[in-house]
């Protein structure tokens, strides 16, 4: 029998419907591969075992013979493909459970894989988005927040952009056909931003002369 982690969810991605008036503009998840690759160094953790494995293997093969070294420096091979496989499992499974949804009024990012979270992300607190674009189509959207907001960078990784700690810019990590998304985020928050904010009225509160 199947089960949904994410089964209670009114709306995919989000914890509770939109309320009336926002609209669901896009909705995507980062790309497993390109997320291992990137967030998770895949290729700088192989390239690490090849190299011991290889600095084994020289060391050894004027002093033991060609056999003898290879044997001694095939573990290292083995530990780098198991250490990789992990990698690739972890980026996977940070995939899948992540949804980002942009609306014409905020991005919601639903994170994590065993400490699930939400952020909310008004457009009035964000001052700018940068997009990082991959040959291959998949990019990164980071978002510099304004004001005091303020978010942790361990709970938000890897969904941020690399290396900011000091000010944590979540992001958009990894998606498909980036440049599209980051045109029509760019375009609703403009639009978002120049429409008039109505506020509630608030009468004075008259104060009793001493």
Not at 12 to 26: A, N, T, V, Y
Request: hydrophobic content about 50%.
């Amino acid at each position: 029998m199947s089960h949904d982690d994410f089964a209670i969810e009114p709306v995919k991605g989000l914890p509770e419907p939109p309320p009336e008036g926002e609209e669901i503009l896009w909705q995507g998840r980062p790309n497993w591969w390109a997320l291992t690759r990137e967030a998770l160094n895949l290729y700088w953790v192989a390239g690490y075992f090849v190299f011991l494995a290889v600095w084994r293997f020289i060391t050894l093969v004027d002093q033991a013979g060609v056999i003898t070294a290879f044997a001694a420096s095939s573990p290292f091979l083995i530990m780098g493909l198991v250490v990789c496989a992990l990698l690739l499992i972890v980026g996977y499974v940070q995939a899948r459970a992540t949804v980002y949804t942009v609306t014409n009024r905020r991005v919601a990012m639903r994170i994590g894989a065993a400490l699930t979270v939400t952020l909310n992300l008004p457009f009035t607190q964000v001052g700018n988005a940068n997009l990082k674009l991959n040959r291959d189509g998949t990019g990164t959207i980071a978002m510099d927040l304004m004001g005091k907001t303020r978010l942790s960078y361990l709970v938000c990784w890897p969904h941020t952009r690399p290396w900011v700690m000091r000010r944590t810019q979540p992001a958009l990590r990894c998606i498909p056909d980036a440049e599209r998304v980051a045109r029509l985020l760019s375009e609703a928050a403009e639009a978002r931003i120049s429409m008039p904010q109505v506020s509630r009225y608030v009468p004075p509160t008259a104060v009793a002369a001493e």
